[in-house]
């Protein structure tokens, strides 16, 4: 079944104790990101990654980091948590052919609470 | 750049009635556009698209048309279930086509 993965559902951890939250995708697509869900915000762009070792930042980047050291894999890593980063998760991917953009698949989502 | 206004929520209906979610958008060009749909407790799930003026996206009784005069994607819904009740996006990418930019979603309650 074509699906992406993220672990954990749920998470809640301490102020700056460095977390890793892992995103999978099966369907060998090119480009993966990472959006956050704010109530009255909506979903915003935090990382992206057109293919392997390949990064860029999305809109709201600050205090967090990703790798993409394999084309099925892109973990979103908080190494010193705040409060304000308490959101929901959602990793995406897509084959990616540039300026209209593709059908992106989403992860089930992690709920952060960051205490 | 690019951006996706719609509709403020929450949205309550009977079952059977029918439904209108208004999204309109600021875009460069002729961006595709999408409605996506969150159940309760799940991740998003592309609902339709439309890729080009006058298309209609159409999906589980749901369409849009994609309104070049007006840049606007209505979601509509002749008859809603309450199966239907869930949190709906419109959405676009940005110039570049590496971001889906959000509404802020519209979050409809259907009861029986």
């Known amino acids: 079944e074509a699906q992406v993965t993220q672990n954990p559902r749920y998470l809640i951890t301490v102020t700056g104790k460095k977390l890793t939250v892992t995103c999978s995708q099966n369907?060998?697509?090119?480009?993966m990101s990472w959006y956050r869900q704010d109530p009255g915000l909506g979903l915003r762009q935090i990382y992206y990654?057109?293919?392997?070792?390949?990064?860029d930042k999305g809109d709201v980047p600050e205090g967090y980091k990703v790798s993409r050291k394999e084309k099925r894999n892109f973990p979103l890593i908080l190494e010193s948590p705040s409060p304000n980063q308490t959101s929901l998760y959602f990793c995406?991917?897509?084959?990616?052919?540039?300026?209209?953009?593709?059908?992106?698949?989403f992860g089930p989502g992690t709920r952060l609470t960051v205490l | 750049g690019n951006s996706v206004t719609q509709m403020e929520g929450p949205v309550t209906l009977s079952e059977e009635a029918f439904l209108t979610i208004n999204c309109t958008y600021t875009?460069?060009?002729?961006?595709?556009l999408f409605w996506y749909v969150q159940y309760p407790g799940e991740g998003l799930q592309l609902l339709l698209k439309?890729?080009?003026?006058?298309d209609k996206g159409s999906n589980k009784g749901f369409e849009a048309t994609y309104r070049k005069e007006t840049t606007s994607f209505h979601l509509e819904k002749g008859s809603v279930q309450v199966s239907d009740s869930a949190v709906y996006f419109c959405?676009?990418?940005?110039?570049?086509?590496?971001?889906?930019?959000f509404g802020k979603g519209t979050t409809l309650s259907v009861s029986s």
């Open positions: 959405a676009l990418f940005n110039q570049a086509g590496t971001a889906l930019i």
């Open positions: 990654s057109m293919n392997v070792e390949a990064t």
């Open positions: 995406a991917s897509s084959y990616f052919t540039g300026g209209k953009g593709n059908e992106q698949f």
């Open positions: 369907m060998n697509h090119e480009y």
């Open positions: 439309a890729t080009k003026a006058d």
């Open positions: 875009a460069t060009g002729y961006p595709s």
